[in-house]
């Protein structure tokens, strides 16, 4: 005779250090099987969008570099490209050159946290993260060279980047993208064939192609899924349609394509910071623009290829010194609309796994 079970409600979270007060989830469950599930998040209490729309333009960079804190750069990146397309401000080539070889090396050290994360959140427990965090630190040194910071760097500025690099970055630069493949290639020994990680995350969470394309899902969590969309070569920006490289993409959709997509696209973002370093030209690596930047009236969307997916700002110019309206699409936030898709049907053990798959900042969901 089977057993006579009642679904109940579990309120689960937080999972993750970032996570405490911010993001928990709702789980309806009927023994140990996910029925249902609905995220609650959104109370960081941060209002960036509002405080954006008491500051001036340029003052409005340090605030981005807390939204997807270990994606600063990023962030930067795609913020001064909605002001400079609202405002019609060209920026030197020798800044564009240096803001991609910032961005890529962001999305390696990015990737590096959300792997060594995901392998945490799988038992591996410290070693995998602690050899992620000794690569990611040689990143952290390259940006403390040419911003002073190791976490938010707050470096790009509207019209270009707030300074050249220094004399040692190229060298230690080269050095990096001399070891950075051997590290990818150990991974791989390491984990690719791992028993524990393939039974953990091989066939679980699948996200459909169908469904990965219905819930706006972007970045590596739509690429694993195999859909081949990528705004560096969708929608080129600053100097990306200059550089060869591929787009991986997954075949299932489950947890493990997540990890490897991240991986895979490291290898990726080596190649293009290789090609920019040897085409970066010289020249100023700003224009001159007033620090009260006065857009005309209008509106712009800009957006990148973030490291977790679209990362886009939307701005409306009053042709005052603050934008009349600042809204921005974060992918951390639309990238968690997929995670109900994911975990029914599977038991609470994994719900940890799939969350961690998708690799979130809370910066980013707080509305």
Known sequence: MALKTEPFVL????????????????????????????????????????????????????????????????????????????????????????????????????????????????????????????????????????????????????????????????????????????FIDEYDRLLMQNEILLARAKGVGILTKEQAINCSASGPVLRASGVKWDIRQADPYSVYDRFDFDIPTGTVGDCYDRYRQRVEEMRQSLRIIKQAMEQLPPGPVKSDVSHLVRPPIGEAYARIEAPKGELGFYLVSDNSIAPYRCHIRPPSLINLTALRDMVRGWKVADVIIIFGSIDITVGEIDR
Request: proline share 5%.
């Open 11 to 182: 309120n689960m979270g937080p999972v993750h250090p970032s996570t405490h007060g911010v993001f928990r989830m709702r789980a309806t469950l009927d023994g140990e099987v996910v029925v249902d599930i609905e995220p609650v998040f959104g109370y960081l209490h941060r209002g960036v969008e509002k405080l954006a729309e008491q500051r001036t333009y340029t003052g409005i960079i340090p605030l981005t570099d807390r939204l997807d804190y270990i994606s600063s750069m990023n962030n930067n990146h795609a913020y001064v490209l909605a002001v400079e397309k609202l405002a019609g401000i060209k920026v030197p080539e020798r800044a564009e050159y240096l803001r991609v070889i910032m961005a890529e090396l962001q999305r390696i050290a990015a990737f590096l946290i959300a792997v060594g994360s995901f392998l945490n959140d799988c038992g591996a427990y410290f070693t995998p993260f602690l050899y992620m965090f000794r690569e990611r630190e040689r990143i952290i040194d390259l940006f403390e060279m040419v911003s002073g910071q190791r976490l938010t760097y707050n470096y790009m500025r509207v019209g270009g980047v707030s300074q050249d690099i220094p004399r040692e970055f190229l060298p230690a630069l080269r050095k990096f993208l001399a070891r950075m493949p051997r």
